[in-house]
Structure formats: C-alpha cells, structure tokens
C-alpha cells in the first residue's frame, strides 16, 4: 500500500496547528487544514504490510488497539497517495459513518498498532482520514441518499450523541422510519456539547444532522425521556426504541469541601460554555466563567485538557491539572506496554501546549491526590489541598495508592473543575423502564443482539458498555442497529 518506499524517504507530518498564543484568543479550530501534497506523502508512508494491524480493532491491556470500526486505512492511505480522493472518500465511509468525528476527535488507536510504529512514527491516520472527508465535503461529494423505499416500521432512538447518530443513519439507510430524541436544546449529545467549539466544531455536527434530516431521520430535541415525554409512549408509538443516552453520571470526589461554591463537574463548566457561546457567544453570561480566576483541573484525560483550553480562552489568572498517575515515559516501555497495545506515553495535549505557551510551564503535576477543599469563610474555594501519592499493590494484586509524608501542599484556587469520567448511566430512565443493568450499572444487553431484558428495547453505546470512545459508539451504533433491522424485519437468528 502507498508508495514502496515512502516510510523511508517521507517524515511523519500531521495536521499543522496555530500558534497557542494566537489560538486561545478565539474559538476558532486550533488546527489548521493539511495540505493536499502532505496528505499524499503521508498515505504513501502506509507499509506494504504483511498483516496490517490498524484496521482491526480489540480491546487489549485495558486499552484499544488498532479501529474498533474496522476502518479500511491501508486502502484509503494508498488511493490518497495516489490522487484519487473521491475514491478514498468512498472507502472512508465503507466503515465508518462519520469520518468526520473520529478524524477530529479519536484518540487514534490505530495509530498506536500502526506497524511502521514499530520502529519509526507511526502513519498520521487521524490527520488523513479528516482531510479525505474534508475534501468530500468541500467538492459536494457527500450528499444526502434517501433510501429507495420505507419499509413501514418505526423506531424511536434515544440520544443523539454518536452512537444515537449511528443507529439513526444505518435504520434510516435500511428504511425503517427513525426520529431521534435528544434532552437538549441541539443534536450532537457529547459531540456538541462535551467537547469544545475550537476541537470539533458544531457546524460540523450540524452539517451531518443536516444531511441526516434530508434523508428523512427526524430530530425532536428539548426531549427528555422520562419526564418530557413518556419512555411508554415511545414503546407505544414504535416499533423498537434504541437507547443511546450516553454515561452521563458524573464520577464525584468524596474530600471535605466538596460542596463549596466554584467546584464544578467539568461537563457541566464546558457544557455551559458551548451553549453560551453558540446562543450569544458568551454575551448572555450563562455560563462558569474561569476569567481572572485561578484554576485547577483534577483528571488527567482528555476532559481536563478541554477544560484547560476552554480556562485558556476565559482568560484565567492561573492554571494546574492534577493527574493522580506519575508521569509517563517518553517512549513506550516494550516490557510491560508492547506494540500493538495503545501507547502509554507522555503527550502534550492542544490544552497543555497553549497553557504552556502563556504560562510558561505544562501546568501539570503528578502523582497528586486532593485532601480537601478549603473556603473563604463565606461559602468559596479558596484552597485544595494536595498530597503527593504512589502507586502499589497489595497480596492479590489489588492498586491502592500510598501517601508520601512531607509532600503536602496547598494550592490557591478560585474555580476547580472535576474532569475524573462517569460511572455509567443516569438511572431515572432506566428504573422508570424498568432496564436490568449491569454490576456497573450500565444497562443490560446482549452483546450479539443488543436486546435488553424488555422487548424491542435495545441499548447501545456508552449506555450499554460504559464510558468509552466515540469509535466505539459508532461500532456499538453499527452493530445494534444491524440487529435492530434483523428483529424489525423478523430474520431468524443465525451462529
């Protein structure tokens, strides 16, 4: 695949970036495009690979390795070195229905089990994989395909996020007759509101949602099952109901203080700040301004490094992420992390370089654990307070963390955002119901035909497997829907 010799003669370049100091005056994309020439030599650096791992996708060591989508990236690498876009295109949505979101959004898991990664960077998939799609939609490439005929079912799905998106776009394909319910005032779920306006643009959801109601999905949003609209009248209504309400639970920090005003979920701060900003861009006021304050971000993921981008561009006084694991090597250590497993290493995040750049410093610190939290006297953070923490394991393997006496430190804080994930569903909908779920508290299906424990109810996504990526909603979207289409269309089961 791509050009012979192209992993020798071409060095990795991905998607070039803005200028940190420039960016975090704006909402603006931080990226910038890819030239076509780049792209090109990029997918002429795709291996002739015996056995290609990137496209297969697995859970492993407790991460993922290679597309959970099964994306045909050797294919598509080799027609964009070679000039055939359209075709690359085409290829790209074989697998995959919005290569428009995991080109921006993934954490590139095939990357990670890229074999060229063996020895040498890895092919910049991501980046080639958004420019292909891009280029779809700036030619008029992509256009809306209304299935030929309406096979007279309905189906209601709840939630619109990615999974949501996926199932609605394959039932609707396979002709089934779908509208999507989503509790908020727009579509998109996580990928409008759970991720900022300067990494994934709303115009990018709504341009898909656009295409998605020409080809006749209906969208009903400022929709809550459960309270605005009955979950039985849906069961009433439809034929089957696919439920994709995400793992919205926040996970919460049980320390002194907790409930000082100014310590906020971190969905809830970015949550805000894009409805503001897409409503007013911010001239409304409704939203958890970090402007002049001094801010602190627990979680070391991606979340947290939204809320260090979107503290940036508030203009904040001070920053530091608290990252509970020591700092991570450079490269990959091969005796405990080893190819194809997703790479555990140290990255500098789009958050953490434009901290940096203002700032002067990564504005991380590691290995901490919050003790408490400490107010003013009249209700506000004022402090946290810190102490350093390593890692063991007892007799049976079990992890706890060991504090190191001497390390305690107190750090000035005017707003603290939680960004440590969720632990599974909201329950309201799932006891009203009535869903068995999992020890987890995920809802319960199967993973074959994606049936929960009442009929023609299904569950996929986040909801179902727990918090995850979004290719893996796509994958649970792709899936669930197929056995959807099956049940619908009374097609017997098969092994």
Sequence with gaps: MGKPTGFMEYERRGRPERDPKERVKDWEDYTLPMPDVEAQREGARCMDCGVPTCHTGTEM????????????????????YRGQWKEAL???????????????ACPAPCEGACVLGLNENPVAIRSVERSIVEK???????????????????????GSGPAGLTVADQLNK???????????????GLLTYGIPEMKLSYEVVLRRVKLMEEEGVRFVTNANIGKDIPSRQLEEENDAVVLCGGAANHRNIDVEGRNLEGVHFAMDFLHANTRSLLDSHHENGEYISAEGKNVIVIGGGDTGTDCIATSMRHDCKSL?????????????????????????????????????????????????????FVGDG???????????????????????????????????ADLVLLAIGFTGPEQELVEEMGLETTRRTNVKADLHTYLTNKEGVFAAGDMRRGQSLIVWAINEGRAAADACDKYLMEVPETV
């Design 61 to 80: 060591a407790g991460g993922t390795s290679g597309c959970p989508v099964y994306h045909y990236i050797p294919e598509w690498n080799d027609l964009v």
């Design 320 to 372: 530091v992420q608290f990252d509970i694991y020591d700092k991570k090597p450079e490269n990959r250590d091969e005796a405990v992390n080893p190819w194809p497993q997703y790479p555990v290493i140290h990255r500098i995040e789009y958050g953490q370089k434009e901290a940096e750049a203002v700032f002067g410093d990564d504005p991380r610190a590691y290995a901490v654990q919050t003790k408490k």
């Design 136 to 158: 779809g939609f700036a030619n008029g490439w992509i256009t809306a395909e209304p299935p030929e005929k309406r096979t007279g079912k309905k189906v209601a799905v709840v």
């Design 174 to 188: 396979a002709g089934h007759t779908v509208t999507v319910y989503e509790r908020d005032d727009r579509p998109g």
């Design 378 to 412: 009249n209700g506000q953070i004022k402090e946290v307070h810190t102490i350093n923490v390593k890692l063991k394991f007892d007799e049976q393997g079990n992890k706890y963390r060991e504090e190191i006496p001497g390390t305690e430190k107190v750090w000035q």
């Design 90 to 104: 085409m290829k790209a949505h074989e697998q995959n229905n919005f290569p428009e979101f995991t080109g921006i």
